[in-house]
């Protein structure tokens, strides 16, 4: 029995060391894993921080070009304002400046616009008082009817 008693012994302290290297196996095993996790969580804290830069220069950029674009058709409708002023028809103010007739009109209303300059000088420009759109966009040119219309026609009558 001795000899059994001394097998058992040698049995399980060769189990104990298989157990203890496993042990470390996983001990290392386990560090690596918790390592590879952390470069994981610390990646996507970086690209959320990324995300939120970029958003944050996205939302300066959008409000850098919106003074730009706020500033530039200001000027333009005062551009435009200015060629009107001087007797050109919105169809001729469209062929010099090669606007789209939406864009061309929506600049046309903006320079009719109360702007602080207009506040200090509340007269309509000579020329444009009582004058419809028509009118001014007449080829005969602003204040003359080239083609009265029967119904002024048949008022003059009366």
Do not use: C, F, Y
Not at 6 to 29: N, W, Y
């Amino acid at each position: 029995m001795g000899q059994k008693s001394s097998g058992a012994a040698a049995a399980r302290e060769k189990a104990r060391q298989a157990r203890l290297k496993l042990d470390a196996d996983r001990d290392a095993r386990d560090r690596h894993v918790e390592e590879a996790v952390a470069q994981v969580i610390i990646a996507t804290d970086d690209i959320r921080a990324a995300d939120k830069a970029l958003a944050t220069a996205v939302a300066a950029a959008q409000s850098t070009r919106k003074r730009a674009v706020t500033g530039a058709e200001k000027a333009a409708a005062a551009a435009v304002g200015r060629l009107r002023a001087q007797g050109l028809t919105r169809q001729q103010i469209g062929t010099l400046t090669e606007l789209e007739p939406g864009r061309l009109r929506r600049l046309l209303q903006a320079s009719k616009a109360p702007t602080s300059e207009r506040s200090l000088n509340p007269e309509p420009a000579a020329g444009t008082v009582g004058q419809s759109n028509t009118e001014q966009d007449d080829p005969a040119g602003p204040g003359q009817n080239s083609t009265p219309s029967p119904t002024a026609a048949a008022r003059s009558d009366q």
